[in-house]
């Protein structure tokens, strides 16, 4: 059974791009998180979603930033006209139950530089 | 309001002693509190969790955290370090009722020979 798989692992953008961040959770998953770390710092929630709907995006930035998980393929995060503070990883978590009693299964993260 | 306090950003152990990581939390509804391992430029693996059963858990790799509910903490810890057991630990609290997760802001391990 794999894991959580992100990609890119590595993304690098200049400023203004877009960037997509893309995340298979676990297989029977049906629970999905975004986490950013900022060097140095702990990881901030994000968003949750379930397949097609978004449960909790108190953590989303209101501009630029935005999530789905739609009924067939990965879970996007999309980052648009990038700026420099937005340089961090970003990590994917799937569960099998709720967030309150699942336990969350990381992916490796996607790393994004922005030049 | 839910919040995690890890009282100690880094901790030196020397291989085979023992290890302390402490973790306090606040919840206004029964928690459930998790300890996560995230080694160099690499995801988070779980290493226990806690969720309302024996207050004293067993964690992969030898770790153990026991849950006080009197002293709202949850810290983690191991009989022996271990060289591989140099990382950064977070301790995670969520709730019953599906609000946010809170992840401390970690606790850097380093494991002397």
């Known amino acids: 059974n794999a894991g959580v798989m992100q990609n890119p692992r590595h993304l690098v953008r200049r400023r203004g791009q877009e960037a997509r961040l893309r995340c298979s959770p676990m297989k029977g998953h049906s629970h999905v998180y975004w986490y950013r770390q900022l060097p140095e710092e702990g990881l901030k929630f994000m968003v949750y979603l379930q397949k097609e709907n978004i449960i909790d995006e108190s953590g989303m930035p209101k501009e630029r930033f935005s999530a789905e998980f739609p009924k067939e393929g990965p879970s996007i995060l999309r980052i648009q006209q990038v700026v420099r503070g937005d340089s961090a990883a970003y990590f994917c978590a799937s569960s099998l139950e709720t967030r309150d009693r699942g336990e969350q299964y990381f992916g490796p993260g996607t790393r994004l530089t922005v030049t | 309001a839910q919040s995690v306090t890890q009282l100690d950003s880094h901790v030196s152990v020397s291989e085979g002693t023992p290890v302390l990581l402490r973790c306090n939390y606040s919840?206004?509804?029964?928690?459930?509190l998790f300890w996560y391992v995230q080694h160099p430029n690499k995801g988070l693996q779980l290493l226990l969790k806690y969720t309302s059963a024996a207050t004293l858990v067993k964690g992969i790799n030898g770790f153990e955290a026991e849950f006080k509910k009197s002293e709202t903490s949850f810290h983690l810890t191991k009989p022996s370090a271990h060289m591989s057991d140099a990382a950064e630990y977070f301790c995670?609290?969520?709730?019953?009722?599906?609000?946010?997760?809170?992840f401390g802001a970690g606790t850097r391990l380093f494991v002397k020979a």
């Open positions: 919840s206004s509804y029964s928690p459930s």
């Open positions: 995670v609290v969520t709730n019953t009722g599906g609000f946010k997760t809170i």
